[in-house]
């Protein structure tokens, strides 16, 4: 082969290589972060689960009953069971932490103003399985449902906190959270009666409303 | 000698144009990987924005206002209709399907995307979950199933 053809052939490697480098260049250039993506599909996903849980009735979802602890005694002519089905998911969630708020004192609970921690391992069962079924197979989530305190006195708070996960170690990376706040479905005097029994409260001491905060986090799988 | 030098000339510009032509194939390929690649993230927002705007907004509209994520299959066809002529209008394809989950269809609208015809622009879906008002007091668990494509 004479110099020109040498030439030609260094001319071509050199021109091959610089060719390879813009095809790696083009394979490993992405046009979206796929992160990016992933985060707003989950977000959205978050929203969604949220609005349907403030409107999907448990009824349409197999029911939902139970019978409240603070019956201790066996009525016989009534089963003293609670048919919820007319409530939505989210109602649930609220009238479980109506049914177990607690009184904490100095750091300390005090007792449940209305023990009833069946309803609560009920309602948790309950909403896993939706969970499960809507998000479970696209991300790991953890739903905490939570009373913004109640403040009674500089150290005593009203106050409830509940959660469902689907997986156990915090090592992965979260996706998103959302938040929907709702309204406690209880009259101001029934809560006061309520505190009253453990705590002495004046009317005056007490939030004309008390919020729920409903956060559900995504987490990548 | 001088017939041997040239045939090493044309050998040698054999190999340049034939390496050549390997690397811009190679070269539109990664091209053509990478465009795949961005459309499909295009048409992933879209499916994304028409979904929300399906579920916040047309699918959601009821006698006493627009309710977010509660869907209402049986007055959502009107709205549907004029709403996918305006995406139609910008050359988008549209095709809406809401399944309780138990899978069965409780709205659907739009033809069904033709997969041979879609090959150089594939459909995208993206599915969320709703509520489907059925009667006034029962509402099930759905999902929201949107596929586009241009």
Known sequence: ?221 | MEQLQVGEDLFATIIVVGLTAILIIALAHSYHTYAGRKSMYESFDLALDIANQLRNNVLAKHENGACPGLINPVTSERELQSYSQLLARQGIGLRVEVRTLDGKLALAHGPKPNMIGQYFSPPCSVSLPVAIAQTQASKSLGELIVTVWR
């Open chain 1, 1 to 221: 082969m004479d110099k020109r053809g040498q030439a030609y052939v260094i001319d071509m490697l050199l021109f091959a290589l610089m060719v390879a480098l813009a095809c790696s260049l083009l394979i490993k250039a992405s046009p979206t972060e796929p992160n990016a993506v992933d985060d707003r599909y989950a977000a959205n996903l978050a929203q969604s689960t949220l609005l349907a849980f403030q409107h999907a009735t448990a009824g349409e979802l197999g029911g939902f009953k139970y019978t409240p602890d603070i019956l201790a005694v066996q009525i016989p002519w009534s089963s003293g069971e609670r048919d919820l089905q007319h409530k939505t998911l989210a109602q649930l969630l609220v009238e479980d932490m109506f049914c177990n708020l607690r009184v904490e004192v100095g750091g300390k609970d005090i007792a449940p103003l209305k023990p009833n921690q069946e309803f609560d391992r009920q309602v948790r069962k309950f909403l896993k399985t939706v969970l499960d079924e809507i998000v479970g197979g696209r991300f790991d989530y953890r739903l905490v449902a939570r009373t913004m305190p109640i403040d009674l006195s500089p150290a005593a708070q009203v106050h409830f906190e509940t959660s469902m996960e689907s997986f156990n170690d915090n090592g992965r990376r979260q996706v998103c959270s959302e938040t929907i706040r709702m309204c406690l479905p209880i009259p101001r005097w029934e809560l006061l009666l309520g505190i009253q029994d453990i705590y002495p409260v004046s009317n005056s001491r007490l939030e004309p409303e008390a919020l729920v905060e409903i956060t559900l986090s995504l987490w990548s799988k």
